[in-house]
């Protein structure tokens, strides 16, 4: 380990394609490369903590064909979510507002999601 401005630092390979991807959103924002990543990291941790509070029997399973799938373990089933006319919806709840919803809301898939289904 070496440390930089008093912090431990660890090296870690990162694939060039998410390399540049990271690089040229950290220029938009005029960050350096290396606090970028690590703001992006940290923000993931976070996210990941708060979700785990938020709703611990709760795990994204997969996102395949525009629907997300949360299993929920406190009642054994896993919830699809997914866009119709622009509004979330649950198989399970068959709801647009639940709590399967408000996890997936959460999570980075839900940006994949709306992007892929017309205005």
């Known amino acids: 380990m070496v440390k930089r401005g008093g912090k431990e630092v660890v090296t870690v390979e990162i ?3 998410t390399y540049e991807v990271m690089k040229s959103s ?3 924002k005029r960050w350096s490369t290396k606090d970028y990543i690590n ?3 940290k923000d993931s941790i976070e996210r ?3 979700l785990q509070a938020y709703a611990p ?3 994204k399973i997969g996102y395949e064909d525009n629907i997300l799938f949360i299993r ?3 009642i054994g089933k896993t919830a699809e979510i997914f866009l119709r006319d622009r ?3 649950c198989s399970v709840c068959d709801s647009k507002d639940c709590l399967h919803i408000h996890y997936a809301l959460a999570l980075p898939e839900m940006a994949k999601l ?3 289904k017309p205005r």
């Open 87 to 89: 509004i979330l919806y």
């Open 114 to 116: 709306y992007l892929k």
């Open 39 to 41: 703001f992006v990291l």
């Open 48 to 50: 990941e903590k708060f």
């Open 57 to 59: 029997y709760l795990l």
């Open 15 to 17: 694939f060039r394609e």
């Open 72 to 74: 929920d373990s406190k």
């Open 26 to 28: 950290a220029e938009k």
